[in-house]
C-alpha cells in the first residue's frame, strides 16, 4: 500500500529565506511523486511532479523538489520565500501502473511572515 | 487552459436528504476521482472511475454513495442519506495518461446539518 507522511504540520519562514517542506513516501516500484498547493477556501493546485528523470524538478511559483531515492523523501524547497507562499502544501504518490489513486500526505501549513 | 470544474461550491443539507455533487471533467481525459476533505485535513480517497466502472473505491465509500457518468461529460457523487460526518469538502479530479498529473476542480463545500 501506498503512504505519504508529512512531518510537520506547520513551518513558519521569514519572508525571504529559504523554505523546505518535507515529505517522504512508500510504494512498491518508482513512485510518481506531486506537490499541490491549496490556497484558502481554493482548490488543490499541481505545483511539481517527479516521474523519471533528473532528481531535481521546478515547478510552479518557483518551487522545487529533489527525489531522494536511498531517502524515500520528495521535499518541497524554494530559495526565497514570499509572504504569497502561504498555504496548505500536500505531498502524493501514486504507484506507476495503471490507474491507481493518489494518496495525499495530511499536509503542512507554510505561514511566510514578512 | 482547461480545467475541471464543480457544482455547487456551496451545498447545505439537512441530516437524511440526498445530494448530488456535479462535476465537468477535462474533456479528453478518461479517469475521474472524487476526493473528500474534512475541515482543511488530509485529502482523502474516495473512488475512481474508468470506463464507465468503479475501479477502485476506499472503506469510506460505502453504500450510501455512488458515482455515475449520465451524459459522458458529467460525472456526478450522489451521497443517499446524508449524515453530520459527511460535512467536507468533495473535490473531483481528472486525467489522462499523457499527463500523469491528476487535476482537480475547485470543490464543493458540502454541510449537512
Known amino acids: 500500500a501506498q503512504s505519504v507522511a508529512q512531518p510537520e504540520d506547520q513551518v513558519n519562514v521569514a519572508e525571504g529565506n529559504p523554505l523546505t517542506v518535507k515529505c517522504t513516501y512508500s510504494?512498491?516500484?518508482?513512485?510518481?511523486l506531486f506537490w499541490y498547493v491549496q490556497y484558502p477556501n481554493r482548490g488543490l493546485q499541481f505545483l511539481l511532479k517527479?516521474?523519471?528523470?533528473?532528481?531535481l524538478v521546478k515547478g510552479s511559483y518557483g518551487f522545487e523538489a529533489e527525489f531522494n531515492k536511498s531517502q524515500t523523501s520528495f521535499h518541497l524547497k524554494k530559495p526565497s520565500a514570499l509572504v504569497s507562499d502561504s498555504a496548505l502544501y500536500f505531498c502524493?504518490?501514486?504507484?506507476?501502473?495503471?490507474?491507481?489513486?493518489?494518496?495525499f500526505g495530511k499536509g503542512t501549513r507554510l505561514s511566510v511572515i514578512a | 487552459e482547461p480545467e475541471v470544474t464543480q457544482t455547487p461550491s456551496h451545498q447545505v443539507t439537512q441530516m437524511g436528504q440526498e445530494v448530488i455533487l456535479r462535476c465537468v471533467p477535462i474533456?479528453?481525459?478518461?479517469?475521474f476521482y472524487w476526493y473528500r476533505q474534512i475541515l482543511g485535513q488530509k485529502v482523502e480517497f474516495l473512488v475512481s472511475?474508468?470506463?464507465?466502472?468503479?475501479?477502485?473505491k476506499s472503506e469510506i465509500f460505502d453504500d450510501q454513495f455512488s458515482v455515475e457518468r449520465p451524459d459522458g461529460s458529467n460525472f456526478t457523487l450522489k451521497i443517499r442519506s446524508t449524515k453530520l460526518e459527511d460535512s467536507a469538502m468533495y473535490f473531483c479530479?481528472?486525467?489522462?495518461?499523457?499527463?500523469?498529473?491528476?487535476?482537480f476542480g475547485q470543490g464543493t463545500r458540502l454541510t449537512v446539518v
Open positions: 502524493a504518490v501514486r504507484a506507476p501502473s495503471g490507474n491507481t489513486p493518489l494518496v
Open positions: 510504494v512498491s516500484g518508482n513512485p510518481y
Open positions: 517527479y516521474i523519471t528523470g533528473d532528481n
Open positions: 474533456s479528453n481525459h478518461l479517469y
Open positions: 472511475f474508468y470506463n464507465n466502472e468503479i475501479s477502485e
Open positions: 479530479a481528472s486525467w489522462s495518461l499523457l499527463n500523469t498529473e491528476a487535476f
